[in-house]
């Protein structure tokens, strides 16, 4: 069965610092990928997908992620957060049963002034 | 606009009570999908439905229950059979099984008291 592991549970940095989020997932077989960002109390919010084409995928608020197959990794980075960019960060792929997507388990980013 | 719409943002339980989350979608999307989230344990599936009138149970249906008569429609409900059923529930559609993203709606926090 698919599976996704976000290795960082929970991620603090200071204002402007670089970040990466790490996920891995467990298949080799062709598969679409997934980043989600949850703000407190509310739903997830898509922030950018991996289908085909360019490894290297970008998010209009300046958050990329690169597709590795060779690795079957697809982490999340930033070059410079901001306190705004503070909230739980899910990794998520196609392959489940149902059709649904296989969430990781989250990484709650914390940014710091 | 086109979304995902959950109500009640906030609901609370008494011991022993059944309780209705609603969900409804106008991005005619032909599946969605319940899921619950708790701290740490990222998102798990409850019950799935591909078309109207067909769902199945995901990882964690045990004191759950749903309906799906129409498409913009899918209910949850959770029983009294529920031994735990404090937690946050997300509801989400997709175009159908594997195709591409899923969408959430807000989530319906839910507390036994």
């Known amino acids: 069965a698919q599976s996704v592991t976000q290795l960082d549970s929970q991620v603090p940095v200071f204002e402007e610092a670089p970040v990466e989020l790490r996920c891995n997932y467990s298949?080799?077989?062709?598969?679409?990928l997934f980043w989600y960002v949850q703000y407190p109390n509310q739903g997830l919010q898509l922030l950018l997908k991996?289908?085909?084409?360019?490894?290297l995928v970008e998010s209009i608020n300046g958050f990329e992620a690169e597709f590795n197959k060779s690795q079957t990794s697809f982490h999340l980075r930033k070059p410079s957060v901001h306190i705004s960019d503070t909230a739980e960060y899910f990794c998520?792929?196609?392959?489940?049963?149902?059709?649904?997507?296989?969430f990781g388990k989250g990484t709650k980013l914390s940014v710091k002034p | 606009d086109g979304g995902i719409t959950q109500s009640p943002k906030y609901l609370f339980r008494k011991e022993g009570q059944n309780v209705t989350l609603s969900c409804e979608q106008n991005?005619?999307?032909?599946?969605m999908y319940w899921y619950r989230q708790d701290p740490g344990q990222g998102l798990r599936l409850i019950y799935y439905?591909?078309?109207?009138?067909?769902?199945q149970k995901g990882d964690i249906a045990e004191g759950y229950s749903v309906s799906r008569e129409k498409k913009e429609s899918f209910p949850l409900t959770v029983t009294s059979a529920q031994k735990n059923p404090t937690a946050f529930y997300l509801c989400?559609?997709?175009?159908?099984?594997?195709?591409?993203?899923?969408?959430f709606g807000q989530g319906t926090r839910l507390t036994v008291v």
């Open positions: 989400a559609s997709s175009m159908g099984p594997r195709k591409t993203e899923a969408f």
């Open positions: 298949s080799s077989v062709s598969v679409y």
């Open positions: 991996y289908l085909s084409g360019s490894t």
């Open positions: 998520a792929v196609t392959g489940g049963s149902q059709g649904n997507l296989i």
């Open positions: 991005l005619n999307h032909d599946a």
């Open positions: 439905s591909q078309i109207v009138n067909d769902f």
